[in-house]
């Protein structure tokens, strides 16, 4: 059975501790996550759908951080270009399809104030 087939718990019943063994195919277990990548899209498990943005926030801090460790003498102007092409891109993926909470809007907007 390929790997990337499990389940995730949302809803009120989310907290409960599921064991790897109650959901079987023939003799394939199906593993219970807490969380799960979709399109590039870290999904959490909760009282509703939540979203994780942990990871694009690295991955937006790496790239800000390569950037700014190749472009010592170019001009700001030439930064703030491969900022906007290259990292923002990673911050703004996905938004107009998801609903973002105030708090998690907050963390994307202090990375972008952060970098540029």
């Known amino acids: ?36 990548k979709y399109l590039g899209v870290q999904f959490k498990s909760g009282h ?32 703030l270009f491969l900022m906007e092409t290259f990292c923002l891109p990673l911050l703004s993926y996905s938004c107009e399809a998801l609903s973002y909470s105030k708090q998690q809007l907050n963390q994307l907007n202090i990375c972008w104030n952060r970098a540029s």
């Open 1 to 36: 059975m390929p790997a990337e087939i499990y389940f995730e718990l949302i809803g009120p019943h989310h907290h409960i501790v599921h064991d790897e063994a109650t959901m079987r195919t023939g003799q394939d277990t199906i593993n219970w996550n807490k969380s799960m």
């Open 48 to 79: 509703v759908l939540q979203t994780d943005n942990e990871t694009v926030v690295q991955k937006f801090y790496a790239a800000a951080n390569a950037i700014c460790n190749h472009v010592k003498f170019a001009s700001e102007m030439s930064v």
